[in-house]
Every structure is written in C-alpha cells, then in structure tokens.
C-alpha cells in the first residue's frame, strides 16, 4: 500500500512539473484564431478600407483604414490580449468624431493577421512600428500627427514602440502594467495556490518567453516612459482592476517626464474602455496638447 501510495504521489509530482509549466506557457502565450464577426460599417457605420502591411521584422498584419474627412491627424488604435481591430474600436469612437483618422490593426497571433504566439508587448512593438512605417509611407497627408491609443497589451506594445522612436506625438494608455516580470510573479500569487505558484513562476514563465521569441520577464514598458518625453502621455486605470493592480498605472505616471495626466476610474480591467467622461477627457487632452 505505502509502495503504491508513493507511485501515485510520484505520478503526481511529474505532472505537476512537468505537464503543467507546458500547459500554463501554452496559455499565456497560444493564441488560437477567433474570426471577426463585423466590420466599422455594420457596427459603427464608419466607412473603411481594409489594409495590409508588415511588422518590422516582416510578420503579415491585417487592418484597416477609417477616414475622416480632410484629417490631418490619426488615431492608431492598439487592441489588448485576446481582442481585435474590431471589438475594441469604440476606444476612438469620440476621437473619429473630433476628426480624426483612424487605422486599427490585427496584432500579430489575433485576429487577420499572421503569427501564433503572443508576447505581451514586447515584440508587438514592432508591429506598432510597422503600422507607423505604413502611415508615414501610404497616408502621409492624413498621419502627419499621429495619437496612439491602446490598451492592455496594446499600450505596453507602443510604449515600447515610442521609446524606440516611432513617429507619434502623443500616447493615450489604457490599463496596462509598469513591468510583466513583476505582473507575472503577482498573478502566479494571486491566483494559484501553493505549489502551482511556484511552477508558474518559476517553470512555465520561463517557458512562455521560449514560444514568444523574447524574455517576458525582462520587458518593463516602466522603464520605457522616460524615453518617451516631451510627447504628451495621458494614463487611464481602474481602481478595481482584476487583472493588472492600478498600481501599474501609477507607476507609469510616475515614470512619465513629459505633459502628462492620470486617470483613475472605479471600474475594472475591460470596462474602463466604456467610459464616457473619459473618452471625452482624452479628446480635451489631445486638443490642449496637440491643438485643435
């Protein structure tokens, strides 16, 4: 009995070190195709044109291209893990009706475009300097300011992207974390009991920056924010925000160096999107900024 008591237990120990790391990187970084059910026109009645255009290091990105007439100024718009060019399109909503263009784009592993492992940000950024690349190139009367709006992943992918130079002149973050080794660490913590904590933390994050091409645990979008000054950086959190802590955001803020302003709502991680006041208040900023 004690000999087959010490089988299982055995079994039970190879499972959860080996099966489970594998399992957990798999989720954190696989992303599964989801198709797009809608476009600007049935949902919001935008016209558009849907584009195509390369991440800097050549990966396929899907898009498309929503015009304002005689706009000088364009809105691109950086969706967050798991959403699309479409399902977090009413983030501009008040920005196209200020007159501003608007290019959203598949990130690579979501939705149109090419790739199947996600990184968090950090070589999204290249996408993001990709789409800039494409403005500059295709639409430069249209994109002779450009605002990049983003949340979650989005956001961390074109702090990344502005710290690197790409041509935009303001950032309006939406939710998204100071470092995700940190954020990481905090979620194995939070949401898993112990030992699977430390599997996670310790084996299957490691594992995730192995698919992703990229060490997760060293990308901090904090680190990041000086480099982005003078441009103008307006940060939007949830005080109740389940996913990444409003801490994040205050740390973001803090690190920031030029014209900045904090928002912080009561909302969680996905509906401070939805806020109206807010949308509104980014409008006001761009405008104080940038000028009408």
Not at 235 to 242: L, Q
């Amino acid at each position: 009995m004690a000999a087959k008591a010490t089988s299982v237990g055995i079994h039970l120990f190879l499972i959860l070190v080996l099966v489970t790391p594998y399992v957990m990187a798999a989720v954190m970084t696989y992303r599964p195709k989801v198709g797009i059910a809608g476009t600007p026109l049935s949902e919001l009645s935008w016209p558009y044109e849907a584009v195509a255009f390369v991440a800097t290091d050549g990966t396929k990105l899907s898009g498309w291209w929503i015009p304002a007439k005689g706009a000088e100024r364009t809105v691109l718009l950086c969706h967050g893990l798991g959403a699309n060019k479409l399902n977090q399109l009413h983030m501009a909503r008040r920005l196209h009706e200020a007159g501003y263009n608007v290019l959203t784009f598949d990130f690579r592993a979501h939705g149109e475009s090419g790739g199947q492992f996600s990184s968090f940000g950090d070589r999204e950024r290249r996408d993001v300097l990709g789409a800039v690349r494409y403005l500059k190139a295709a639409r430069p009367d249209a994109a002779r300011q450009i605002v990049a709006v983003g949340a979650s992943l989005g956001a961390a992918a074109m702090i990344a992207a502005a710290a690197e130079g790409a041509d935009v002149d303001a950032l309006v973050i939406y939710a998204t974390y100071a470092d995700l080794g940190d954020l990481a660490k905090d979620v194995c913590d939070r949401r898993f009991p112990w030992p699977v904590n430390y599997v996670g933390r310790y084996l299957a994050v490691p594992l995730a920056s192995a698919h992703a091409g990229t060490n997760l645990e060293a990308f901090a979008p904090v680190g990041m924010m000086g480099r982005i000054a003078p441009r103008p950086v307006m940060i939007v959190h949830g005080k109740r925000d389940e996913i990444i802590p409003v801490e994040n955001g205050r740390r973001l803020f803090e690190a920031a160096r030029g014209p900045k302003e904090l928002i912080l709502l009561e909302g969680g991680h996905n509906d401070i999107i939805d806020d109206e006041p807010t949308a509104r208040s980014v409008v006001k900023f761009l405008d104080d900024q940038l000028g009408k």
